[in-house]
């Protein structure tokens, strides 16, 4: 079993960057890839980003590319999603997600997620 904590969100003005953790528990939390998805008011879940167990690969959605880094550390079982260069857009509660295959982006294959954090960029 596998639990997912989410920090670091908050309310930034355009342009502004902020870093998202996600720290999990479990023993097999280094083989696992892990993901970030968003859900907007009134929006599906979007998929962001992905990294592979080992950390090595990484894959973005095109509307983060460039922008978002997802990274992972699994000496402290967390995962990260540095977010630079914000839009009012990007206001979403933000969410860690693992279970699933490497890059899925369909939420509902994923088996774990957090609570989620609010992300607000005021424009």
């Known amino acids: 079993q596998v639990q997912l904590v989410e920090s670091g969100g908050g309310l930034v003005q355009t342009g502004g960057s902020l870093r998202l953790s996600c720290a999990a528990s479990?023993?097999?939390?280094?083989?696992?890839?892990m993901a970030w998805f968003r859900q907007a008011l009134g929006k599906e879940r979007e998929f962001l980003a992905a990294?592979?167990?080992?950390?090595?690969?990484?894959y973005y959605t095109d509307s983060v590319k460039g922008r978002f880094t997802i990274s992972r550390d699994n000496a402290k079982n967390t995962v990260y999603l540095q977010m630079d260069g914000l839009k009012p857009d990007d206001t979403a509660v933000y969410y860690c997600?693992?279970?699933?295959?490497?890059?899925?982006?369909?939420?509902?294959?994923?088996?774990?997620w957090g609570q989620g954090t609010q992300v607000t960029v005021s424009s």
């Open positions: 997600a693992g279970g699933a295959s490497y890059g899925s982006k369909n939420p509902t294959t994923y088996t774990y």
């Open positions: 479990g023993r097999t939390f280094s083989s696992k890839s």
């Open positions: 990294v592979s167990g080992s950390g090595q690969l990484t």
